[in-house]
């Protein structure tokens, strides 16, 4: 197979217009700041229940109140805990491509 | 906030509700031999919690109840009126028992609805597990 060196810079000319970044629309939250504000929520949500279980053990809130935020605790755990499975599978399958 | 936070948030409401009435039965129970006792009864009513965005039932006012006392003569007695009539308490224990097992029948079924919201995220998050 014959590769001329002009087409072969004119074809690696073109890359470089496809690979060139976007610009972002600033309306539109960038992923760090969609993860950002992700782990502001699991946060909250766990100071919130961790607030609502010291009261119930201290006798000031009521049961059903002490299982909803564990529950709600457990649930934002388990989301976090997938996602950063997930993160870190990708991570890893990148790593194992060759190259 | 999601469905499955709001559901739960909810059927927690419910339970609370459901403990408050069985815990007014209880009172009334205890009160069954009280001279004078009106039975308490407390209305549901439904609410917005605008905190966690979930509508919920809560409790209304505690109410007396307007029935008759139980009238028995003994005049004997110190808490008789001139009559020779004592007034006691007018509360049926069949009515109470009877609250308070459909108390816990309604608090079961929010257990159910909470448990059920609670398996329903979880078996979504398996999905991406896998």
């Known amino acids: ?99 | 906030m999601n469905e499955m936070m709001r559901t739960m948030a909810a059927s927690a409401s419910g339970m609370a509700a459901q403990a408050a009435r069985i815990r007014l039965g209880s009172e009334n129970i205890a009160n069954a031999d009280t001279p004078g006792y009106h039975r308490k009864t407390v209305s549901f009513e439904q609410a917005f919690d605008a905190a966690r965005d979930a509508r919920a039932v809560v409790t209304g006012p505690v109410q007396l109840d307007r029935n008759e006392l139980a009238r028995t003569y003994d005049p004997t007695n110190p808490l008789a009126g001139k009559d020779g009539y004592v007034e006691g308490s007018d509360v049926d224990l069949l009515v109470e028992i009877a609250d308070a097992r459909e108390a816990n029948r309604s608090y079961e079924a929010n257990l159910k609805m909470f448990d059920q919201a609670r398996q329903m995220a979880s078996s979504l998050l398996d999905l991406i597990r896998r």
Do not use: N, W
Not at chain 1, 36 to 48: I, K, M, P, V
Not at chain 1, 68 to 92: I, N, W
């Open chain 1, 1 to 99: 197979m014959d590769i001329k060196a002009t087409l072969a810079s004119q074809i690696y000319s073109q890359t470089r217009a496809v690979a060139k970044p976007v610009p972002q629309d600033p309306a539109q939250p960038t992923a760090g700041q969609a993860f950002e504000a992700a782990a502001g929520d699991f946060l909250a949500t766990l100071r919130e229940s961790e607030a609502t279980v010291a009261a119930g053990l201290a006798g000031r809130a009521d049961p059903q109140a002490v299982v909803e935020a564990l529950a709600a605790t457990e649930l934002a755990v388990e989301t976090a805990v997938a996602v950063r499975d997930k993160v870190v599978e990708a991570y890893q399958e990148i790593l194992r491509m060759p190259v």
